[in-house]
């Protein structure tokens, strides 16, 4: 098993590299696509971000890099539909792009307010998209949990994939 580079995205015909800390609209893409390779197979895998709202990423991002004019605190309305609500963005956004046969959507959500059982019923409760070109599609991030301030790592099923990796025919 290995992992190609670390997150990786081809742009204007140049292929664009950062850490896993990177964030992908300082390197001027939407997001990054990870290449997993194994025996034969490569499944690729999308990766982009969700936040609450444009002021959430603000603040996360903003004082991540240490600006000085950073926002102290974010405060939102209706958090968990929120939340819910950009995940379907992602979905939708992403599926609008043409990929190869083997891709998988991987949505990254920052520590936040929403526990990741709340998240997942909010999810369960919208309609799923249903023509969208991905094997799969996840939700990932570290939840609040009520006994653990530290909150848990969870991964979100929103399409499962059931298939082994086939070998990559491109993507775009």
Not at 134 to 139: A, D
Not at 144 to 155: F, I, M, N, T, W
Request: charged fraction near 25%; proline fraction near 6%.
């Amino acid at each position: 098993m290995k992992i190609e580079g670390s997150y990786t995205r081809k742009r204007d015909g140049k292929a664009v590299i950062a850490p896993p800390s990177g964030r992908a609209a300082d390197a001027g893409v939407d997001s990054w696509v990870l290449v997993y390779s194994f025996r034969n197979g490569e499944l690729a895998i999308e990766v982009t971000d969700a936040y609450y709202d444009e002021s959430h990423a603000e603040f996360l991002w903003q004082n991540a890099r240490g600006k000085p004019n950073a926002p102290k605190r974010w405060e939102g309305l209706n958090p968990d539909k929120r939340l819910a609500e950009a995940i379907a963005r992602c979905v939708t956004k992403k599926s609008e792009k043409r990929y190869g046969d083997s891709v998988l959507l991987l949505i990254e959500v920052p520590p936040g307010v929403t526990t990741a059982d709340d998240l997942t019923k909010r999810l369960a409760s919208q309609p799923a998209q249903s023509d969208t070109p991905f094997v799969g599609i996840y939700v990932a991030g570290t939840f609040p949990k009520a006994a653990d301030l530290d909150g848990e790592y969870r991964v979100i099923t929103l399409k499962a994939m059931n298939s082994c990796l086939k070998p990559q025919r491109g993507s775009s």
